[in-house]
């Protein structure tokens, strides 16, 4: 039995997160104002059938594909947001689910650092990251959420609700991590928003 673990449509990709994801493409890229959906099953190596039904069904672009033991996940995405769904709707069809019964994201950590100190940032800058830099005196926000499929969302809601810099967004694995730098009045928007984001996602809780 495959299990829908994660099932996330952007409607919109904001720039940082379209870059971020770049770095870590091994597919097509994607560029600022793609749709795109990001999809997670159990066990992992269902996921290659799930990608095929993906792609022969639209226009969609394969931008990721990660596949492990226990999780696998995708992310296509497509200039036209037609596109993007009508891939996610086949995907759901094929496996005779609906999106509601996803798994309900929960927040496993949630947490604002205020005024980074230099050694702190140094330390910060130097872990295996691929987004931009933290600077000392910022604040800095951190969230972790269960499955990890739900941090780009977390992310690109927070990249449309304040000025804020992208640090890392890892979205593979157990759990996803999320990394936010900015003002101290900017990361507690984009905190709210990337909270309330994923907490009002549907799902079936675990």
Known sequence: MIKL?????IDSLQPQLAAYMGTAS??????????????EVAPGMAIHRLTDIALKA????LGQ????????????????QSDVTEAGHSVLNALGTHEDARQKCRIAWSETV???TPDHAVLINRQDRKGSMILPGQ?????ETEPA???VYAANEAEK???ITLIDARAVGAYGRLTLAGSEANIDVAAHAAREAVLKLSGVAV
């Open 149 to 151: 499929g739900y941090i």
């Open 58 to 61: 639209t226009r969609v672009h």
């Open 65 to 80: 594909q990660v596949v492990e033991r226990a999780f696998g996940s995708m992310v296509f995405h497509h200039r036209d």
């Open 26 to 39: 091994q597919g097509f890229l994607p560029v600022p104002g793609d749709a795109c959906l990001w999809m």
């Open 161 to 163: 609700a304040a000025s």
């Open 139 to 143: 604040s800095m926000f951190i969230l």
């Open 114 to 116: 205020r005024s980074i």
């Open 5 to 9: 673990r994660t099932y996330v449509f």
